[in-house]
């Protein structure tokens, strides 16, 4: 069966880097697109960024453009999302998704999903 792997969450301060990764099997992986989401407690999921196939130019969140950047490596079955700059409101769940059609930033399009990894951001 699919599995989404999140990793590398945790507690950071404001400014810091981090880097999330999300492993993926049971999927031909180099066929799907995949996309990063996060969600705060009471709020709705968040589009954060996605990466298709071939890695092609993709969108991202106008909240974090220039500091996040998503990147693939087919070989490995992972995807990963580098976070430069972080912020106390970028504290929030995230989550890595797949979908068989494109890098889309509507999340109803994706397929599988991760469990999740919380990211805090302290002031």
């Known amino acids: 069966h699919v599995q989404l792997v999140e990793s590398g969450g945790g507690l950071v301060r404001a400014g810091d880097p981090l880097r999330l990764s999300c492993a993926a099997s049971g999927l031909t992986f180099s066929a799907y697109a995949m996309g990063w989401f996060r969600q705060a407690p009471g709020k709705e999921r968040e589009f954060v960024a996605a990466?298709?196939?071939?890695?092609?130019?993709?969108p991202y969140a106008d909240s974090v453009k220039d500091r996040f950047t998503i990147s693939r490596d087919n070989a490995k079955n992972t995807v990963n999302l580098d976070m430069n700059s972080l912020k106390p409101e970028d504290t929030e769940v995230y989550y890595c998704?797949?979908?068989?059609?494109?890098?889309?930033?509507?999340?109803?399009?994706?397929?599988?999903w991760g469990q999740g990894t919380q990211i805090t951001v302290s002031s």
């Open positions: 990466i298709s196939r071939a890695s092609s130019p993709t």
């Open positions: 998704a797949a979908n068989q059609l494109s890098a889309t930033p509507s999340g109803s399009e994706y397929d599988y």
